[in-house]
């Protein structure tokens, strides 16, 4: 290799590192609000967030599929996490992270990630302004407090809305912190603008604290002063039987496939972005080790983000090397700025939330009437209330099984037969169409038994047989034939096509003359 080139190589890796190094400290700078903000949403320590960023954020690089995606914490597993954490405690939390990684190790060992290449779009833009929804309404209870109430000596406590000055006073907040995230890019996109929106909120509270006024703040919510730490091996205090498994095995599955889910999705679009193509089932396989070492660290379990995989890829983050970074810069802030932590004014990560909701719900698709099918407004519409009233995987799954009767109703309505008459006054049924589970009572209506002759020919040139209902659909009408005293042949079925009657030649009797039997009794164009 000439001199020369190796210098350009040096001088483009060199440029490279560069990207990756600044573009992984960007990620990290935005990492921290959205990681204190999830917190907020699963109800658990925003350390803790913190802490599950960094395993989760570095083990998925380190055994990517996909070079320059971000994975954390997020609102899509926190949401799931939620109930779980309130009803039994973060060891249970822990187990599940744990059953959960290993649950996605197996989805991508056993290679089942192509399977994700089945998600209609429709379904993924219901995914996400379902999530949007079900983040927005988990904003509003940090505009309420705890109400003691004592009745005959007991104590109750109540969340009510913040007294009317005090609930101004936050929403003011939270739309000055809107507004500084959508207009400081407008200026520069040197520093994450969430990032200068948390910074503003934090040195106004203080300012405002020293004048009398004080704004809930992260230290208010944990109700005590935050201290980072590294991450610590832990294994959950659970007991080790049925019922434990009966109560993080649902969470953990659904957690699995809302989290592949978004990882899938987050891979798709970083393809698309960088024209490369990621390894869906190593990325599987990297999510489930991140979460399955996460949950013995005491983590909340994570997934890819969207959102900061793009900042990544726009700010030059090309390899691994850029998610690696990422981690490790957030892991450093998180042991010398804790203290910073603690003085976030819930307002700001409100304001954050609400941004991220902005810019995850699919604006567009409430301007898809009358201009996409009708049942592709259906799923969207299905699958966000599914993600709104259920949870995300249940949702998808319903969304794609949806899609797929759908799409199987259309089918089975667009098969239609050409007919014509031979020389010696047999009949030849045409078949154009798929036959198949949704399309068989149509297919059985073309045919007109008692006014055709005695033989009839069933042309399958321009037909596909494809599974067991038209099998048995061909089986009804050679006996309804037979019983008429007529005789049915098949022809010209494709290879795919003869195998299967081939298969089911023990629960089906037809007469099937291939060309090379008879070529000159049947020629068409």
């Known amino acids: 290799m000439k001199p020369h080139h190796v210098l350009t190589q040096l001088k483009e890796k060199k440029h490279m590192i560069k990207n990756d190094l600044l573009s992984g400290v960007t990620v990290a700078l ?92 429709p379904v993924m833009l219901g995914f996400l302004n379902g999530l949007s929804i079900v983040i927005f309404i988990a904003q509003w209870d940090q505009f309420k407090i705890n109400q003691v109430t004592t009745v005959n000596g007991v104590e ?40 200068v929106a948390i910074i503003s909120l934090t040195i106004i509270s203080v300012v405002l604290s020293r004048l009398g006024y004080h704004l809930q703040t992260v230290q208010d919510f944990a109700g005590m002063e935050l201290q980072g730490s590294l991450p610590s091996f832990y294994i959950p205090s659970v007991p080790l039987n049925f019922e434990t498994l009966s109560i993080i095995a649902p969470y953990a599955f659904i957690g699995a496939l809302v989290g592949l889910t978004e990882a899938v999705l987050t891979l798709r679009v970083i393809d698309e972005m960088t024209n490369t193509r990621g390894r869906t089932n190593k990325e599987i396989i990297a999510q489930g080790l991140a979460n399955f070492v996460n949950g013995f660290f005491g983590g909340m379990g994570g997934d890819a983000m969207i959102g900061q995989s793009i900042i990544n890829v726009k700010s030059g983050g090309r390899t691994r090397l850029s998610a690696l970074v990422a981690p490790i810069t957030l892991l450093i802030f998180m042991l010398f700025g804790a203290s910073f932590v603690n003085v976030i004014p819930l307002a700001g990560l409100v304001g954050v939330m609400f941004m991220v909701v902005v810019g995850t719900f699919k604006w567009e698709s409430l301007k898809y009437a009358g201009k996409i099918p009708r049942q592709d407004i259906l799923v969207i519409l299905v699958v966000t209330a599914l993600t709104v009233f259920t949870d995300l995987a249940t949702a998808v799954i319903a969304g794609v099984i949806v899609s797929a009767l759908m799409f ?60 067991h209902s038209a099998i048995e659909a061909i089986h009804a009408i050679n006996d309804r034939y037979k019983d008429a005293g007529k005789r049915v042949t098949l022809i010209r079925l494709s290879d795919d096509c003869k195998n299967i009657f081939e298969n089911a030649k023990d629960i089906i009797h037809v007469n099937i003359v291939s060309n090379e039997e008879n070529p000159t009794r049947y020629t068409y164009v």
């Open 408 to 467: 199987a109703w259309e089918k089975g309505r667009v098969i239609y037969t050409n007919n014509e008459f031979e020389y010696d006054g047999s009949k030849i049924y045409k078949i154009n169409g798929s036959i198949f589970f949704g399309s068989v009572l149509n297919f059985k209506e073309l045919f007109t038994i008692e006014e055709d002759p005695d033989h009839v020919v069933i042309d399958f040139k321009y037909a596909k047989v494809m599974d």
């Open 30 to 121: 935005a990492l921290i609000p959205e990681s204190v903000a999830f917190a907020f949403v699963a109800g658990v320590s925003p350390i803790l967030s913190l802490q599950t960023a960094v395993m989760i954020g570095f083990i998925a690089a380190l055994f990517t599929g996909r070079p320059g995606m971000i994975s954390s914490s997020t609102a899509a597993i926190a949401v799931v996490f939620a109930a779980l954490i309130r009803t039994h405690g973060l060891d249970y939390l822990f187990a599940t992270v744990v059953l959960m990684g290993i649950i996605q190790i197996t989805i991508g060992a056993l290679r089942l990630g192509k399977f994700a290449r089945i998600i209609p779009h």
């Open 156 to 195: 109750t406590v109540e969340r009510v809305w913040l007294p009317g000055t005090d609930l101004l006073i936050m929403i003011g907040f939270v739309l000055l912190t809107m507004l500084i995230i959508h207009f400081v890019p407008k200026v520069t996109r040197a520093v994450p603008a969430s990032l």
